[in-house]
């Protein structure tokens, strides 16, 4: 391959990645812009994509109408308790499914692949039916038992990669030394897991902040709905929306997605990769 072929090819990449980079950040800065017009922009035949007369008419309406902040203390109390109460199942499952490949731990694998591709309509009726079974309906805690369990898979997948990744050597080091496995396990092999627990956690973290469907159906009483649902109360009953404070509100419940994601991309990516590598 020439260099001239070379630079052509490298220009596509990059090409291809603005691109890219454009289709995602378009919505997100529409939404942002939307938040700040007032009535009569919002419902101009020509609308622009700064607003001529900015205001915060909008998030003072969107706290108003709806009580947005009591909303989001659920959604973090739920999200929360799930990324913990995963991390703290999936840590020790992905260490023995990483360490002892036995025909079992294969299989444990494969289903949890096969498993991500469920749709969330095929699981909701058995689901509703046996959290109606345990009393955990409109509850915060049967949401939550839902979220661990929506949450584990992806989890032991992230967290299998990163345990491949620590050397085993550096166990067999430290046995050599006079260590036992409790000691091993906590003095060597948790430092260095400690980057992909954290990352685990707060993926598992950002995908129940932002779940919608389990909240909906799950969810019935006004005082315990999440951020996501209480968003919908801003659609009339006609299916008009009041588009200038669903923006707002729209807009404040991403930014704990985009602040964690960009606090956490290197580490998300860096046990991805680690996943994939076959030691």
């Not at 607003?51 to 659920?74: C, I, K, S, V």
């Not at 496995?181 to 980057?195: E, I, N």
């Not at 009041?242 to 990516?269: E, M, N």
């Amino acid at each position: 391959m020439t260099s001239r072929t070379k630079g052509a090819a490298r220009a596509g990449q990059y090409l291809a990645l603005l691109a890219y980079l454009v289709f995602l950040v378009f919505p997100f800065l529409w939404l942002l812009s939307t938040s700040f017009k007032p009535a009569t922009e919002l419902g101009s035949l020509h609308p622009t994509w700064i607003p001529e007369d900015p205001t915060l008419a909008n998030y003072r309406q969107a706290f108003d109408e709806q009580p947005l902040l009591r909303a989001a203390g659920n959604s973090l109390v739920a999200a929360l308790s799930a990324a913990v109460i995963a991390v703290v199942i999936a840590t020790p499952m992905a260490y023995v499914m990483a360490r002892h490949r036995t025909l079992l731990a294969r299989a444990a694998t494969g289903w949890v692949v096969v498993s991500q591709a469920f749709p969330f309509v095929l699981v909701i009726i058995p689901l509703f039916l046996v959290l109606k079974n345990l009393r955990l309906i409109n509850s915060l805690p049967g949401l939550i038992m839902v979220y661990v369990v929506w949450a584990l898979p992806f989890a032991l997948w992230m967290l299998v990669g990163y345990v491949r990744a620590v050397p085993v050597e550096l166990e067999e080091a430290a046995a050599v030394d006079g260590a036992g496995r409790l000691r091993t396990l906590v003095s060597v092999t948790a430092p260095l897991l400690a980057p992909g627990i954290g990352a685990t956690a707060l993926f598992a973290f950002i995908t129940a902040w932002n779940e919608f469907f389990f909240a909906l159906v799950l969810l019935k009483t006004p005082e315990k709905q999440t951020l996501p649902v209480v968003l919908t109360h801003f659609i009339g009953a006609e299916g008009v929306a009041d588009l200038g404070p669903l923006a707002a509100a729209a807009f404040l419940a991403t930014l704990p997605s985009l602040v964690v994601f960009a606090l956490i991309q290197k580490r998300i990516t860096g046990g991805m990769l680690a996943g994939a590598v076959k030691s």
